[in-house]
């Protein structure tokens, strides 16, 4: 067997990839990091020299932990104050894979569903492959991703934005929220919706925000509420696959806003408020 040294090197080496997979089952990048540390010290105790495959050996055993994460990060999600959003992940290009609407969706499936759909339809792995991971025969693995893409067609985007424009957008709606409602309202489709996390930590709607007259006039309120003192922009950039960008807000506490746009209109707004799910960020976006 190769000596630990070796055995970290090529755990690091796939660990970017398992971090894509924990992150994708959990929405949580603190919970993504344990899983795969966790799965690093099952690596380490491994007869490696049994393991074919290190990256599907590695993958499995990440799914098999966040299956058991997803058991109790659902009772936690109940107890939840507000809207739930996953925790951002900022990134200096666009990643198409699983924007932040089809995470959304994914919390609607149970977590073999999950799997199973993340596994095959995102990942690539055939379904021999997921049974294993799953514990389940290939068959009903098939039937559990079918019953998932479901539920998740709905969610993935019908026009995907091309980076500059939806970045563009992005500035837009950034200057527009800085005390000019009337064309932020221009910028919204009729059915809208805005979301905003706090976690019970800081101000945020307690409920998703439904249609353009709701949600202009929550931005109206918000602008009252602000009086001019808007914090500072840190980034446009994409929030889960999706434009947007990052603010210092005037609480000196990180805020990360991503944009859904369909035809030149912005069909949901993100917004990310709460400190736990942004102090990962913290530090690396300097």
């Known amino acids: 067997m190769e000596g630990v040294s070796d055995a970290a090197a090529q755990f690091d080496a796939l660990r970017p990839r398992l971090m894509r997979v924990a992150y994708r089952m959990l929405g949580s990048v603190a919970d993504a990091e344990d899983v795969v540390q966790d799965a690093w010290l099952r690596w380490a105790d491994t007869d490696r020299d049994a393991v074919?495959?290190?990256?599907?050996?590695?993958?499995?055993?990440v799914t098999r932990l966040c299956l058991d994460q997803l058991k109790s990060a659902?009772?936690?999600?109940?107890?939840?104050?507000?809207?739930?959003?996953?925790?951002?992940v900022v990134e200096a290009e666009e990643v198409e894979d699983v924007t932040?609407?089809?995470?959304?969706?994914?919390?609607?499936?149970?977590?073999?569903?999950?799997?199973?759909?993340?596994?095959?339809?995102?990942?690539?792995?055939?379904?021999?492959?997921?049974?294993e991971s799953l514990g389940?025969?290939?068959?009903?693995?098939?039937?559990l991703a079918s019953r998932a893409r479901e539920?998740?067609?709905?969610?993935?985007?019908?026009?995907?934005?091309e980076r500059e424009h939806g970045l563009e957008i992005a500035q837009a709606f950034f200057t527009a929220t800085r005390g000019e409602v009337g064309r932020l309202g221009a910028?919204?489709?009729?059915d809208v919706s805005l979301y905003s996390d706090g976690g019970?930590?800081?101000?945020?709607?307690a409920r998703v925000m439904l249609g353009w007259n709701e949600v202009t006039r929550t931005f109206a309120a918000i602008g009252r509420l602000q009086r001019g003192n808007y914090g500072e922009l840190i980034r446009f950039a994409w929030v889960n696959g999706l434009p947007g960008f990052v603010t210092r807000e005037a609480d000196g506490v990180l805020q990360t806003t991503a944009l859904l746009i369909?035809?030149?209109?912005?069909?949901?707004?993100?917004?990310?408020?709460?400190?736990?799910?942004?102090?990962?960020?913290e530090g690396a976006l300097h």
């Open 52 to 61: 074919r495959v290190p990256e599907a050996f590695l993958r499995r055993v």
């Open 74 to 88: 659902r009772a936690r999600r109940e107890e939840y104050i507000g809207p739930w959003l996953p925790e951002p």
């Open 100 to 131: 932040l609407p089809l995470m959304l969706a994914l919390e609607r499936l149970s977590p073999l569903e999950r799997a199973a759909f993340l596994l095959h339809d995102v990942f690539g792995e055939s379904f021999d492959d997921v049974a």
């Open 136 to 143: 389940r025969d290939a068959a009903a693995c098939r039937q």
């Open 151 to 161: 539920h998740v067609r709905a969610e993935k985007p019908r026009f995907p934005v």
């Open 187 to 190: 910028m919204l489709a009729d």
């Open 200 to 205: 019970g930590k800081r101000p945020a709607a």
């Open 262 to 281: 369909e035809h030149d209109r912005i069909k949901a707004i993100y917004v990310m408020r709460n400190p736990d799910k942004l102090r990962h960020l």
